[in-house]
């Protein structure tokens, strides 16, 4: 005899379609974390590991967010940028270095390879996601998989108790003292009707679709391509001749990087716009869909054009692509301060500054990315551009931070979206021990824990 039941049996979830009333409740804890990307997983197992109850909300099987899903493949922003080779050094840590440090025990992790004048690392996908899995079950948090989140708690003057979710075993809520935002959208924030910007002037930069090459001969490819993973003008000037060839090439300037397999590339070489030329709005499902299709698509081309014209890949066949589009930008909070474009281009340093970045302002638009270098120096992110200007028990953390278009275009990088994570754990819980609201703590508090915790700032 069977035991199944049915689905409408399965305690705290309910098959409804009344828009979130009346719903019965799934968990009640100190915080909600939702999205488990690089930011989601450092704030789960930071907020955990202080001691709170911790659920973590994530659509997908698995966490990794754009460095998984989207496959971006790479831990950026974790070394300066330097005209000297000497120059290149390691400027964070932190979360970001655990993390990294467990990549590399489990062959996860590539040596830092030459990106223009920084160094970037490659990491192997599944090894992401099993060390994310490890942090999180060691550190006692509930991990919701398959799990979105539609709606959220609030009260009418702006306070935030916790989410909606839906799953395929139907929808429920989770009561949360306080609300981390690392979706990447701002989708919570946005939600409860708190203010968000997208883009610059509504234009945000292009997605892309990213792709891992297989039986590569790889010595060959290195002898050709050179150690920058940045192409040499050699390159862009045969993708632009090979769009006469009838190849859909849209990008000139493309970057491939090894991967911690034998005979493997990842690329970085599409540029996805409408079919009509426009900018794809990938919140609107319509639009993402049209970037997923038009990406598989661009994908073959690229990969035709690099075993006709690029030695060593004469042989090579695509592996897989991205999970999804790779998002580099889509809404952002407006924030109770802002990371101005001046900022970055200053490398202000500041008494509140939570997280540190030496990455470049790596603007993604038209035909070649445009990359503007902070040598042998950093900025810092003032905490309070990880927090909403209204509403009360929410947090962001990730590339929905309150930023300028081109600071936002160098700050959205992994290593800083695992320090964002760090950041919003550690002023939960001084917010949840000291009974403060988020834009009453100090961000010198914030960077003090974070420090001793090995941050290096």
Known sequence: ???????????????????????????????????????????????????????????????????????????????????????????????????????????????????????????????????????????????????????????????????????????????????????????????????????????????????????????EFDRAWGRDTICEPWVSDAIIAARGEGLDLPRSKIWIFRTTRPHELLVNATRLTARDGRMLNVVDPADFTEAEILGRAQVRDYAAFLRAHVPGCAAAHVVDTGVEAGIRQTRSIVGAETLRNDDVLACRKRPDGVVRSPWPIELHSGDRPRLEWLFDDVYEVPYLALVPATGENVITAGRCLSAEHEALASARVTAQCFEYGHAAAVATSLSLRRSLRYREIDGADVRAVMREHGSAL
């Open 1 to 219: 005899m069977s035991d199944a039941r049915p689905v409408d049996e399965f305690p705290g979830w309910q098959l409804s379609n009344d828009g979130g009333a009346g719903l019965p409740v799934l968990h009640e804890v100190d915080v909600v974390v939702v999205g488990g990307g690089a930011a989601g997983v450092a704030a789960a197992t930071v907020a955990a590991e202080a001691g709170h109850s911790v659920v973590l909300v994530e659509k997908y099987g698995f966490c990794g967010g754009a460095a998984v899903a989207g496959m971006s493949g790479t831990i950026c922003g974790s070394y300066l940028a330097s005209e000297s080779e000497d120059g290149r050094r390691r400027v964070i840590e932190g979360f970001t270095g655990r993390f990294r440090e467990l990549l590399l025990e489990r062959g996860g992790l590539t040596e830092p390879q030459l990106y223009g004048k920084t160094l970037t690392e490659a990491h192997d996908p599944l090894v992401w996601r099993e060390v994310a899995d490890h942090l999180l079950v060691t550190a006692g948090v509930t991990v919701l998989l398959h799990t979105t989140v539609v709606g959220v708690l609030l009260d009418a003057d702006g306070t935030h108790h916790g989410v909606v979710v839906e799953s395929t075993a139907g929808r429920s809520t989770i009561r949360a003292a306080r609300t981390i935002d690392a979706s990447g959208d701002a989708a919570v924030v946005a939600r409860a009707g708190h203010r968000t910007v997208f883009g610059a002037d509504g234009s945000i930069q292009n997605p892309t679709m990213f792709f891992r090459l297989g039986d590569v001969d790889v010595p």
